[in-house]
């Protein structure tokens, strides 16, 4: 005979916050929880998610000892874009055997993001980078020299801070804008002493190591909040975060193989791994937190895929171009742009309409897209040109003497 299994759904009571209770970032929502069980809960997560029950702010979890437990804390709402998030919601999840869920609507308004200007990186002598700082109208405002090779950036609105990468010396350096000095900077691992990306994702930054680890930091202290076991014989050259999960572009040293590696945000432990051979430019998060769009380059040529957490599986690859990209932007929910050479194109993922937009005289190192403006900035190892989006109008121009290495679009609320 087949075991039954009688355990009951978890009693779940949210006190505190009431339905359809008010906030304006930056908030506390003050919380007060009940949850009953009929055996000890493995966790409970409480987080504040929208329609498709993906997080918008950094969930908070509890692992009680107890079948009844009483919660009362603060839930912070840090200042963040929430405008195309819809409906939001109080969630609590318990999970034991079974899977409980418990809400309430909440409303919560947010100051709006603005595009504010672009972080310029350029190589000037030997292990010496110039970080430039420029405004909407490209005019410099600041300069900074900062030791070492610049290999890679991100920047985060949540507190108006800049991360990038260096070699030699090999550091993660972190900086808030109108300081004058680093908040913080990281040394990478005497194993394999070096970093290979940095990602940026609300109040906490993301860097890959040299000997296969990622590990996630609070964004104004540097305090380590997770890490993902070592993997010595790989390395994570790009990376996201997508609900609860850390999704890992991993290259693999001795073989010309690739891997997906999925990891859980909270504990840093691994949910599962894929095997597949798209080298990733760009992923990009999708409306299910349990999927993601990836641009990449597959035997030389440019490819785009999905690939679904649930099934661990990759959609059938699209092949957008026989030649590879090399910067990649969203322009909307189709509509991406990409680059190749010393040109820009725009493509459109539901259609599969192609076009060119941008034919310019250099090879192009970076493009961005800024939603607020609708502004693209195009830069080539000397020159940064925007323009307004679609008709390519031009806005204004930047030269610069020393050779562009990257760029970063600063944002503040």
């Not at 913080?184 to 394999?192: I, L, Q, V």
């Not at 993601?292 to 035997?299: K, T």
Request: with cysteine.
């Amino acid at each position: 005979c087949k075991k039954q299994n009688s355990q009951q759904q978890a009693q779940i009571e949210i006190l505190s916050p009431k339905e359809n209770a008010f906030y304006s970032l930056p908030d506390t929502i003050h919380s007060e929880i009940i949850v009953q069980t009929d055996v000890k809960p493995d966790y409970i997560r409480v987080c504040v998610c929208n329609a498709a029950q993906t997080p918008v702010f950094s969930p908070i979890y509890f692992y009680p000892e107890t079948l009844l437990t009483n919660l009362s804390f603060d839930y912070i709402l840090e200042n963040m874009d929430i405008s195309s998030q819809g409906q939001l919601y109080f969630s609590v999840s318990v999970a034991t055997d079974i899977m409980s869920n418990s809400f309430k609507k909440i409303n919560i308004e947010s100051q709006p993001v603005e595009f504010q200007g672009v972080y310029l990186f350029t190589h000037t002598s030997v292990n010496e980078t110039k970080l430039a700082y420029l405004d909407i109208e490209m005019t410099v405002k600041s300069i900074a020299l900062v030791p070492g090779n610049y290999s890679e950036s991100a920047a985060s609105a949540t507190h108006d801070m800049l991360f990038f990468l260096t070699e030699v010396p090999d550091r993660m350096y972190a900086r808030q804008f109108g300081e004058d000095l680093f908040l913080w900077e990281k040394e990478p691992s005497a194993d394999y002493p070096e970093f290979t990306s940095v990602y940026a994702d609300g109040n906490k930054v993301y860097c890959g190591y040299g000997n296969g680890k990622i590990a996630g930091f609070a964004d104004v202290s540097g305090q380590q909040m997770v890490s993902t076991p070592v993997m010595m014989d790989s390395v994570p050259e790009r990376m996201i975060v997508t609900g609860d999960y850390i999704v890992g572009d991993f290259r693999v040293k001795n073989k010309p193989s690739r891997s997906l590696s999925v990891f859980y945000k909270t504990t840093g432990a691994r949910f599962q791994r894929a095997v597949y051979q798209i080298e990733v430019v760009d992923f990009y998060k999708e409306n299910n937190e349990k999927e993601l769009l990836i641009f990449g380059n597959e035997d030389g040529k440019a490819v785009v895929s999905n690939y679904f957490f649930e099934g661990n599986y990759f959609k059938e690859i699209l092949n957008i171009s026989d030649e590879k990209i090399n910067a990649t932007c969203r322009v909307s929910s189709s509509v991406f742009l990409f680059s190749q050479k010393k040109s820009v194109f725009s493509i459109d993922l539901k259609t599969h309409i192609k076009k060119e937009l941008l034919a310019l005289n250099d090879e192009i190192v970076s493009v961005k897209f800024d939603e607020t403006e609708q502004i693209v900035i195009v830069a080539t190892a000397n020159s940064v040109y925007s323009y307004f989006y679609p008709s390519m109008q031009f806005i204004g121009t930047f030269s610069s003497l020393d050779p562009i290495i990257g760029i970063e679009l600063r944002y503040a609320f």
